[in-house]
């Protein structure tokens, strides 16, 4: 299982901006990170999966 840094994840995203990131993880159209050592990481499949079915819902 691989984990992405915020900078993956933005790069991820399209380059979203941190502020807006972090909207989207209080509306839960992110899934939440793990916290290691005072960063944040997130499984690359379950951003994978959570994208998928935002997309599908629309």
Request: charged residues 35%; positive net charge.
């Amino acid at each position: 299982m691989k984990y992405l840094t915020f900078a993956e994840l933005r790069a991820k995203l399209g380059g979203r901006s941190r502020s807006a990131i972090y909207l989207d993880l209080a509306a839960k159209r992110l899934p939440k990170p793990v916290k290691l050592g005072g960063k944040l990481y997130w499984s690359e499949s379950c951003v994978d999966d959570h994208m998928r079915n935002m997309r599908d819902d629309q």
